[in-house]
């Protein structure tokens, strides 16, 4: 086990982040590719001012008509990413490895800080399948795909609090965790987590055509 964990954190890590990488630039470039041929006009009247007014506008809670509609799904998602980003960045084991592979030294949080943000991201996928299962608008347009999703965002957490609280033997449930980190890594250009490569570009094309096309804001 303890050969696998090494191979798990060393080549297998490696192997996650490049096809993260070459997977992003790949679905980035067929992306502009296919919305060049179908609507290259869309392109041109791209504008840096409007893009960035839309982004900074529908980066604040309950600023948008949308963000308004679903207070539920607003504060979850807000705390969620929040969540997930702090973890996945400032969590001590992780500013190891961010030290150890890349060289990049940052701060870290507490590990009762860390326990408690794991939770709430947890809480959060826990509304995000709720929403699925009880609110007829979102079952209805749920697939296979969603399920996967969401269960690939809650493998890490989830191997995670188990193996800081040592539930289980904590070599394997270490390795699991990272097994699923790096699951989630290679996976995201691939399904339905590509939304963190396109969100901003999307947000930008929106705000490109409302603001600078119908003089309109689009929040």
Request: glycine share 8%; charged share 10%; with cysteine.
């Amino acid at each position: 086990m303890t050969a696998f964990y090494v191979f798990v954190t060393g080549p297998l890590a490696w192997i996650a982040w490049g096809v993260f990488v070459l997977g992003a630039i790949y679905r980035l470039v067929s992306m502009y590719s296919l919305a060049k041929a179908k609507d290259g006009s869309s392109i041109a009247y791209m504008s840096w001012f409007y893009g960035l007014r839309s982004i900074l506008a529908w980066m604040v809670p309950f600023k948008s008509m949308g963000w308004k509609s679903d207070p539920l799904m607003t504060v979850t998602t807000f705390a969620f990413h929040i969540c997930f980003l702090l973890v996945a960045v400032f969590l001590g084991a992780h500013v190891v490895l961010w030290d150890t592979a890349f060289g990049i030294s940052l701060p870290s949080l507490p590990s009762q800080a860390g326990d408690i943000i794991s939770f709430v991201a947890l809480a959060g996928c826990a509304v995000f399948a709720y929403r699925r299962f009880a609110l007829p608008h979102v079952k209805g347009v749920t697939r296979c795909q969603d399920w996967f999703a969401l269960i690939l965002v809650a493998l890490p957490f989830i191997t995670g609090v188990l193996a800081y609280h040592q539930i289980g033997p904590v070599l394997l449930m270490t390795t699991l965790h990272a097994l699923s980190g790096e699951l989630l890594i290679a996976l995201i250009p691939f399904t339905r987590l590509s939304h963190a490569l396109f969100v901003l570009f999307t947000r930008a094309y929106m705000g490109s055509e409302f603001g600078g096309v119908r003089h309109a804001n689009d929040w």
